[in-house]
């Protein structure tokens, strides 16, 4: 049960998030056309995700921040603790997708292939697995079990300055876990649509 002072700081707390101090969030625009990953992704997948798997999250997290800035206007705690686990998931699923988009590009525009050879995600692949096949191989491996909404991950730890794979359940973001900046998610359902491969 929260004190009378806790209270308080979560209602000092809230009005950084007030719908004044809030803007809307939107879906993102793709820096590309649907069809533009095509024959690796088809444009109507791409099209789906997009525009309907991806705007559901927007959807769900703009209703439950709305809910949440009502709840705590009302005094309510239970109801914005409430709120806390579909917040999370939501909000990360749009992080999550929106960072998926941006690391994605066709083919006539860098995409696809492996880093250039000498380019500073070269060599820290090259450092952190050996070579690229083997991070390829590295990713996929551990990336197997990933089920549901969860995520597989490159990310990079500024404190050691190297890359490392992780997983992520539920829309959870790699920073959760500690000191890391993705570099690269997949999600689950991608990794099983495509063999289980990264590329």
């Not at 703009?62 to 999370?88: C, F, H, M, P």
């Not at 959760?176 to 689950?188: A, E, I, Q, T």
Request: proline residues 6%; glycine residues 10%.
């Amino acid at each position: 049960m929260l004190s009378r002072a806790a209270f308080s700081t979560l209602r000092a707390a809230s009005a950084f998030t007030t719908p004044a101090a809030r803007s809307v969030h939107t879906l993102p625009e793709l820096p590309y056309d649907y069809g533009a990953l095509e024959p690796v992704v088809s444009g109507r997948i791409m099209e789906i995700h997009h525009s309907k798997h991806h705007q559901t999250y927007v959807n769900n997290l703009n209703k439950i921040l709305e809910d949440s800035d009502a709840a705590t206007k009302a005094g309510d705690t239970a109801k914005v603790q409430s709120l806390q686990q579909g917040l999370r998931f939501n909000g990360g699923g749009h992080l999550n997708h929106t960072e998926f988009w941006n690391s994605l590009a066709p083919t006539n525009a860098a995409g696809g292939g492996q880093p250039s050879s000498g380019s500073p995600l070269a060599k820290a692949i090259d450092e952190a697995f050996g070579s690229f096949d083997n991070f390829i191989s590295q990713f996929n491996t551990q990336t197997a079990a990933i089920q549901g909404s969860g995520w597989g991950w490159l990310v990079y730890n500024p404190r050691t300055q190297k890359l490392s794979i992780t997983g992520t359940a539920n829309q959870d973001r790699p920073e959760d876990m500690g000191p890391v900046r993705p570099v690269l998610g997949v999600r689950s359902p991608l990794l099983k649509q495509t063999g289980n491969t990264l590329l």
